[in-house]
């Protein structure tokens, strides 16, 4: 995107739920990470408030949760500002909700092996932390011990591009990994390249013992941005690739092997993030979608796209979900404005129901939170909004993330 254009942690959650506690944390890339309150009783304009602030590096850009910690990962900076590589910190988080001042508590940190620190993600037995570095074009692998401190990494992958991809801009002139995300066993890991036009799978058997596997290979012009894996209820696994510069959701079936390395994809469908019966976009960079993400009764998909060529609100497409391995796994529903510019991240509330959507505009610097109709997956009414500054168009200084409580 030219960045010139405008405009148990599940125990602790329980508990603060039950507290009374509602809200989310969000890596707001000019401050550190904001805890913000949201009280969906009080007025669009007040039910949300930041009510802690904790320094995460220069540039925070993803978040993740594992029992009592929150792991962040910054863009540069780190250990101090002369230097380029990111860092991934550790923060204890508190068993109540924070008062005003209160913060999350800094437990660890760690080089992220590379520019661009962009997004982390633990292994579901919270033994390996995996970082991805777009600039730098590495992702690196990290022990983690019992109290969820970093070790040194294990590994550290560099990509290479023979040469560049067709996407305009130099938005594919590197590799440009954009994420590293474990799948619902822990045991294989996927790193989606923008440049490359490729998802790279790894075979982890533990921070000590990495493989890598066969990449999958999306047309070029793609541009992989973020995945998911999703488990239906009959158990099976489908996966899901996110193209940025296409404007795409690719919806596969997952198969294990017996063997404990084996691991296969099967894609079924391609659909628009823009809106229903178009097709993939070329990689011109004047729409570009951002995140992909579905509810917990596995009835409804949302995706997020920001346009590059205008100042008018971004938008956001609603799917139905079938647990099928065919043509319409997604059916577009409906199509949204984020009421914002530039959406960045976007992420439905924890609870059993994803009650509400709350969405991080990157270049207009502000929240929105909406309430979902659980039964149609559309959206009922603006529960939110929350100025964070001066709208930016240039400098990396709105949200990048939000992980709800």
Request: with cysteine; charged share 20%; hydrophobic share 35%.
């Given at each position: 995107m030219p960045e010139s254009i405008f405009c148990s942690f599940n125990d602790v959650a329980a508990e603060q739920r039950s507290s009374g506690a509602v809200g989310f944390y969000v890596a707001q890339q000019?401050?550190?990470?904001?805890?913000?309150?949201?009280?969906?009783?009080?007025?669009?304009?007040?039910?949300?408030?930041?009510?802690?602030?904790?320094i995460a590096g220069t540039q925070p850009q993803w978040l993740k949760a594992h029992n009592d910690k929150i792991y962040s990962i910054s863009r540069t900076g780190f250990p101090t500002n002369s230097s380029t590589s990111g860092g991934i910190f550790v923060f204890l988080r508190p068993h109540s909700p924070a008062t005003?001042?209160?913060?999350?508590t800094?437990?660890?940190a760690e080089t992220s092996n590379g520019q661009g620190g962009v997004h982390c993600d633990v292994s579901p037995d919270g033994k390996t932390l995996a970082a991805a570095n777009i600039e730098a074009s590495t992702m690196a692998i990290y022990p983690l011990a019992e109290d969820g401190s970093i070790s040194e990494a294990t590994y550290r992958f560099q990509y290479t591009l023979d040469q560049p991809g067709p996407g305009a801009d130099d938005s594919q002139s590197e590799p440009f990994p954009h994420e590293s995300a474990f799948d619902p066993t822990g045991k294989f890991l996927v790193v989606p390249?923008?440049?490359?036009?490729?998802?790279?799978?790894?075979?982890?058997?533990?921070?000590?013992?990495?493989?890598?596997?066969?990449?999958?290979?999306?047309?070029?012009?793609?541009?992989?941005?973020?995945?998911?894996?999703?488990?239906?209820?009959?158990?099976?696994t489908f996966f899901y690739i996110l193209g940025e510069l296409d404007n795409t959701i690719r919806v596969y079936s997952v198969?294990?092997?017996?063997?404990?390395?084996?691991?296969?994809?099967?894609?079924?469908?391609?659909?628009?993030?823009?809106?229903?019966?178009?097709?993939?976009?070329?990689?011109?960079?004047?729409?570009?979608?951002?995140?992909?993400?579905f509810t917990a009764d596995g009835n409804f998909a949302y995706a997020c796209n920001r346009n590059t060529s205008s100042r008018d609100s971004d938008t956001f497409v609603i799917y139905s979900l079938k647990d099928t391995k065919s043509a319409n796994h997604l059916t577009y529903l409906s199509i949204d404005k984020t009421l914002g510019k530039i959406p960045r991240h976007?992420?439905?509330?924890?609870?059993?129901?994803?009650?509400?959507?709350?969405i991080a505009n990157e270049y207009s610097n502000d929240l929105i939170v909406f309430e979902r109709d659980q039964q149609s997956g559309l959206?009922?009414?603006?529960?939110?909004?929350?100025?964070?500054?001066d709208a930016n168009p240039v400098a990396r200084n709105g949200p990048a993330c939000i992980l709800w409580k």
């Open positions: 000019n401050t550190g990470i904001l805890e913000v309150s949201f009280d969906p009783s009080k007025s669009l304009n007040d039910s949300l408030s930041v009510v802690a602030t904790t005003e001042g209160e913060s999350l800094l437990q660890d390249a923008r440049g490359e036009d490729r998802v790279h799978i790894y075979f982890v058997a533990c921070a000590e013992k990495v493989n890598q596997l066969e990449d999958i290979v999306v047309p070029l012009g793609t541009g992989p941005r973020h995945t998911a894996f999703r488990q239906s209820a009959t158990g099976q198969e294990y092997g017996q063997a404990s390395s084996a691991i296969s994809f099967t894609l079924h469908q391609t659909i628009s993030t823009l809106g229903p019966n178009l097709p993939p976009t070329a990689p011109d960079r004047v729409n570009l979608a951002s995140e992909f993400v976007f992420a439905l509330s924890s609870d059993p129901n994803n009650k509400y959507l709350a959206m009922k009414e603006i529960k939110g909004h929350l100025s964070l500054g």
